[in-house]
């Protein structure tokens, strides 16, 4: 079992629509968690990182962690085309920070 | 610069020659990171730099990976004897430093990549 798992997809929407994208993990230990942007052939982009449970918003992204759960999650309202990526979750614990464990990714499609 | 940069963008290379990636982290920013990304897989750490020291490598995959920084900036992932299951985006991130809190200084930031392919 990964340390991380992502829905890969292909999740497809309507513009407009509030997507919701998904993250669990099984190590306890993780602290920090980050959310990354990437389109075809580039490399990631960071949109959010949090700390601590709970929520956190920046514009149309609100990043929210419940570490009972181990579950995080990214919400986008009024998705856009240009939101059309694939979205990678990332975390790591307090020891070694610096290592990323990553989700697989998960590819998301806004129509026009 | 204003970005992480990696070079070259794409490789193609012959099974068992040797290879060499370069990259150029965001001026100021003293940790360098190496990641490989495999078609259907997330994101895999290499190895870590903190200026040009290297206090964990455990993500080389074998001794045919090796890594060095120089003058605390740009860093060179070396590939010898490649095979084709080396195939893949090989990412470099950097940050401004690592250390516990503010979570701000240890965010890492990526480069485009270079798309190897081993033939």
């Known amino acids: 079992q990964k340390e991380v798992e992502q829905d890969p997809g292909p999740l497809s929407v309507p513009e407009g629509a509030i997507v919701s994208l998904n993250c669990t993990y099984s190590?306890?230990?993780?602290?920090?968690f980050m959310w990354y942007r990437q389109y075809s052939r580039k490399g990631p982009e960071l949109l959010m990182y949090t700390y601590s449970s709970g929520n956190k918003e920046d514009g149309r992204f609100t990043a929210q962690v419940d570490k009972s759960s181990k579950y995080i999650s990214l919400f986008i309202r009024d998705s856009q085309p240009s939101d059309s990526a694939t979205y990678l979750c990332?975390?790591?614990?307090?020891?070694?920070?610096?290592?990323?464990?990553f989700g697989t990714g998960t590819r998301l499609k806004v129509l026009a | 610069g204003a970005g992480v940069s990696q070079s070259p963008s794409n490789k193609v290379t012959e099974k068992g020659k040797d290879v060499e990636l370069r990259c150029d982290p965001i001026?100021?920013?003293?940790?360098l990171y190496w990641y490989r990304q495999s078609l259907g897989q997330g994101l895999e750490f290499l190895i870590y730099?903190?200026?040009?020291?290297?206090?964990?490598k455990s993500g080389l995959p074998s001794d045919r990976f090796s890594a060095e920084r120089t003058g605390g900036s740009v860093s060179t992932l070396t590939i010898q004897r490649t095979q084709q299951e080396d195939s893949a985006v090989y990412l470099c991130?950097?940050?401004?430093?690592?250390?516990?809190?503010?979570?701000?200084?240890?965010?890492?930031?990526f480069g485009a990549g270079t798309r190897l392919s081993v033939l």
């Open positions: 991130a950097s940050s401004l430093r690592q250390e516990s809190r503010p979570l701000a200084k240890n965010i890492q930031y």
């Open positions: 730099f903190q200026g040009n020291s290297a206090p964990d």
């Open positions: 990332a975390m790591s614990d307090r020891r070694r920070t610096y290592k990323y464990i």
């Open positions: 001026s100021g920013h003293t940790a």
């Open positions: 190590n306890s230990a993780f602290q920090y």
